[in-house]
């Protein structure tokens, strides 16, 4: 079954860590651009990270940069979120997406529907 995996979340208190892993199963992560996105209840979806197929190119969204860092394993079929400093704002469901780079959107520019895979999910919880 193809699919992706998110693992890594749980609850951490503020200015704490923790590494988010996206795993894909099934198939290969080699031809696409990965996104993090972020929902909170009550809110709509956002961007939180982008990595390019090759790794070359990152994008964060404003309020994570300098926290978050996107980085990926190809071998491993993996990309990882690593977040640093966390805020009770930061608390939502994340989830990734992959989105084929042979579409040409610059990293993760492209509409929901044109990403092949997402995740289920993992729950980040940052509360003292």
């Known amino acids: 079954q193809m699919q992706l995996v998110e693992s890594g979340g749980g609850l951490v208190q503020p200015g704490g860590s923790l590494r988010l892993s996206c795993a894909a199963s099934?198939?290969?992560?080699?031809?696409?651009?990965i996104g993090w996105f972020r929902q909170a209840p009550g809110k709509e979806r956002e961007g939180v990270s982008c990595i390019s197929s090759s790794g070359g190119s990152t994008d964060y969204a404003d309020s994570v940069k300098g926290r978050f860092t996107i980085s990926r394993d190809n071998a491993k079929d993996t990309v990882y979120l690593q977040m640093n400093s966390l805020k009770p704002e930061d608390t939502a469901v994340y989830y990734c997406g992959a989105l084929p780079a042979g579409l040409g959107y610059a990293l993760c520019s492209g509409p929901p529907h044109e990403y092949d895979y997402w995740g289920q999910g993992t729950q980040v919880t940052v509360s003292s």
């Open positions: 099934g198939f290969t992560l080699d031809y696409y651009n």
